[in-house]
């Protein structure tokens, strides 16, 4: 027996008397027309409240994070002219939004704003978009007013999550990448329910799921599974046929990644982001990944929303018919029109549905395959988003009607007081309470961790970090040495020794070269013309390129020693002058180790003017490039490149 609502049936349900007789076709009219304004303004209120409370949650524990302020580095060098590069000089993106980078730097140039405060309000505003768009799409999917009051519910359950508020803001990619599976969802439910498609509308909508490498890598996932059901479905009326109008669809779909993606590999020498590479992103840490899923599930009892929405969901769709519109003719017997009729399904609520649901899942995957992240719930918001989209709003309407118990609504409007219930709950949780420690999972609640740190409660400027630990003293000493040096942390990071330039020092010194963890801080507090670098190896290929740690904390699994740098670097690399917990012959081998034809050719692809025979070369070698490592103890890189040890070797 199907329980789907017709208009028609509206005007009877919300128009009875108490004695449940019904009233006259007139004062029925009136009735629907009343519960039509009363359950719009439900859900406009509902949007309303839900983003304020967001825009609260977020504002309260505003902060730009150490990593987004390595975002900022690169915007600083595009406005100086000197490329989108960390370093100048040298071609690294250390960036892995694209989209991200580059919108920070118009809004960035076009209001000349400090550029903490740009990227401030630029994270806000997208992660606030998001919620309505969400919002937007899910009301869409269970047919406005037709059937109920739209309250939120997912987008509740999101909101309430300590990690979604922490990102809000951070100078991170985390509310563009919300914001786009948002507004994808949004024009995904309206193409799906439109009775006619419009050629441009659809070029829209394809040119967004292109995006999706840009706005992060993994969810070209998501854009290709979008624009795979969009090229299968059937296409609008076009005047060259739809042969041609598919052609059309792959390439406004691919203009914009492709081309970017064919100069980022002439123009970096490498097919993705260097982060991909320091991260070794294809990699597999299951058991990490479990640690960093449960790390964001377990402490919220994320579980129950989940349950409790997946129930209500799945009542409401079966009430309300929300997934059956478009398909509701009986299965045909030629195998043709079963295509046919697949191929219409794709063009349906339903088939949204399962689209954002699979990606929510496969993504959840990924990220469990490849470790997590060091930073509490930030690599799982993404996909707890996608999760929630189809019940960011739930139609909940009166559970007794005419004195009666309806057991659909009852079930409906108890998983959404029980959601709300847990959202109160969660909303108040702290998950990680090591506050400046790292535990041994290297999972660490990291707004936390930096406001304790610095001592600020809300660090924004890059000059808040000059209060973490050796940051000020970075900068004195570099004051303090005026001809140049590399800094290297002391091994009981108290303080920093300069390791000097050989002589003769040029009028206007050597440069200084900080070797450092913390990029983002570090480069931030220094003029751009002071080369920051990594051990890890985001701003730092060499590093980027080494072999994973297996047992290496999740993020951070890679660590050149500095006996490279100093030769890199080109200071002095003998005693006394260079630091006392340097070997001398491990700096020696680290100099011939340099030398492997396979080292000098990637360092020459992002270091050598960029000519077109250059940007050519790298071109064709990228993925070669990529897929190179190189052994962090420079006598094993010898051994490994078939150099001639330079260093004796004593007798057995």
């Known amino acids: 027996m199907s329980l789907s609502i017709s208009p028609d049936e509206m005007l009877v349900e919300g128009a009875e008397r108490t004695d449940g007789t019904e009233l006259p076709a007139r004062d029925r009219a009136g009735s629907v027309s009343r519960f039509a304004h009363v359950s719009r303004a439900t859900f406009v209120g509902g949007v309303v409240l839900t983003v304020a409370l967001f825009a609260i949650g977020g504002w309260q524990r505003r902060w730009i994070a150490d990593d987004g302020l390595i975002v900022l580095r690169t915007v600083r060098n595009l406005l100086a002219g000197n490329g989108p590069v960390f370093n100048v000089g040298e071609r690294v993106e250390t960036n892995t939004s694209t989209a991200w980078t580059y919108i920070v730097w118009f809004f960035s140039w076009l209001t000349q704003l400090r550029l903490e405060y740009v990227v401030l309000a630029i994270a806000m505003v997208l992660s606030l978009a998001a919620i309505v768009f969400a919002m937007l799409g899910s009301a869409r999917l269970w047919g406005g007013a037709r059937t109920g009051l739209l309250l939120p519910a997912g987008a509740f359950v999101?909101?309430?999550?300590?990690?979604?508020?922490?990102?809000?803001?951070?100078?991170?990619?985390?509310?563009?990448?919300?914001?786009?599976?948002?507004?994808?969802?949004?024009?995904?439910?309206?193409?799906?329910?439109?009775?006619?498609?419009?050629?441009?509308?659809?070029?829209?909508?394809?040119?967004?799921?292109?995006?999706?490498?840009?706005?992060?890598?993994?969810?070209?996932?998501?854009?290709?599974?979008?624009?795979?059901?969009?090229?299968?479905?059937?296409?609008?009326?076009?005047?060259?046929?739809?042969?041609?109008?598919?052609?059309?669809?792959?390439?406004?779909?691919?203009?914009?990644?492709?081309?970017?993606?064919?100069?980022?590999?002439?123009?970096?020498?490498?097919?993705?982001?260097?982060?991909?590479?320091?991260?070794?992103?294809?990699?597999?840490?299951?058991?990490?990944?479990?640690?960093?899923?449960?790390?964001?599930?377990?402490?919220?009892?994320?579980?129950?929303?989940?349950?409790?929405?997946?129930?209500?969901?799945?009542?409401?769709?079966?009430?309300?018919?929300?997934?059956?519109?478009?398909?509701?003719?009986?299965?045909?017997?030629?195998?043709?029109?079963?295509?046919?009729?697949?191929?219409?399904?794709?063009?349906?609520?339903?088939?949204?549905?399962?689209?954002?649901?699979?990606?929510?899942?496969?993504?959840?995957?990924?990220?469990?395959?490849?470790?997590?992240?060091?930073?509490?719930?930030?690599?799982?918001?993404?996909?707890?988003?996608?999760?929630?989209?189809?019940?960011?709003?739930?139609?909940?309407?009166?559970?007794?009607?005419?004195?009666?118990?309806?057991?659909?609504?009852?079930?409906?409007?108890?998983?959404?007081?029980?959601?709300?219930?847990?959202?109160?709950?969660?909303?108040?949780t702290t998950a990680i309470e090591t506050g400046t420690k790292i535990s041994s999972s290297g999972i660490v609640d990291e707004r936390v961790y930096y406001v304790l740190n610095t001592g600020h409660d809300h660090p924004i400027r890059a000059e808040d970090y000059l209060d973490y630990p050796r940051m000020r003293a970075m900068v004195n000493d570099i004051a303090a040495s005026p001809n140049g040096g590399l800094l290297l942390n002391s091994p009981s990071f108290l303080f920093w020794y300069v390791a000097p330039p050989p002589q003769p020092i040029p009028p206007e010194g050597a440069g200084h070269t900080v070797f450092f963890l913390n990029l983002g801080m570090t480069s931030m507090n220094v003029p751009l013309d002071v080369r920051v670098i990594d051990q890890m190896g985001l701003a730092y290929p060499l590093a980027a390129h080494s072999d994973r740690l297996v047992d290496g904390r999740i993020g951070h699994d890679k660590s050149l020693y500095p006996d490279w740098v100093v030769v890199d670097a080109g200071m002095v690399d003998r005693k006394p002058w260079m630091p006392w917990y340097l070997d001398e012959d491990w700096v020696v081998q680290a100099r011939t180790a340099l030398t492997c034809p396979d080292t000098q050719a990637l360092m020459v692809s992002y270091r050598e003017p960029l000519t077109f025979e250059r940007w050519r070369h790298n071109l064709r070698n990228s993925l070669t490039f990529a897929a190179y490592r190189i052994d962090r103890v420079p006598k094993y890189e010898i051994q490994r490149c078939g150099l001639v040890d330079p260093v004796p070797q004593p007798p057995r």
């Not at 909940?396 to 659909?408: Q, W």
């Open 158 to 428: 999101y909101i309430a999550v300590p990690p979604a508020r922490d990102y809000v803001t951070s100078g991170l990619e985390s509310g563009l990448v919300i914001c786009w599976l948002g507004l994808l969802w949004w024009q995904l439910m309206r193409w799906a329910q439109a009775e006619r498609v419009r050629v441009a509308g659809l070029f829209g909508l394809v040119f967004l799921a292109g995006l999706a490498p840009l706005i992060r890598p993994e969810m070209a996932l998501v854009g290709a599974l979008a624009l795979l059901m969009v090229f299968l479905a059937p296409m609008p009326a076009f005047r060259f046929g739809p042969t041609a109008l598919r052609v059309l669809v792959i390439a406004v779909a691919g203009l914009l990644p492709m081309g970017y993606q064919i100069w980022r590999m002439g123009y970096y020498g490498l097919p993705y982001p260097n982060t991909a590479v320091a991260k070794d992103a294809g990699g597999a840490k299951w058991g990490q990944g479990l640690t960093y899923l449960w790390d964001l599930v377990g402490p919220y009892f994320l579980l129950v929303p989940l349950i409790l929405l997946l129930v209500a969901g799945a009542v409401a769709a079966r009430a309300t018919g929300a997934f059956d519109r478009r398909v509701g003719i009986e299965a045909p017997e030629t195998l043709r029109a079963r295509l046919d009729r697949a191929r219409e399904w794709l063009r349906s609520p339903s088939a949204v549905v399962a689209l954002v649901l699979f990606s929510a899942a496969l993504l959840t995957v990924y990220a469990v395959r490849v470790g997590g992240d060091f930073m509490h719930g930030r690599m799982l918001l993404p996909q707890l988003f996608l999760f929630l989209l189809p019940v960011a709003v739930i139609p909940v309407r009166a559970p007794v009607r005419a004195g009666r118990l309806d057991a659909v609504p009852a079930a409906i409007a108890l998983a959404w007081v029980g959601t709300v219930g847990w959202a109160l709950f969660a909303s108040d």
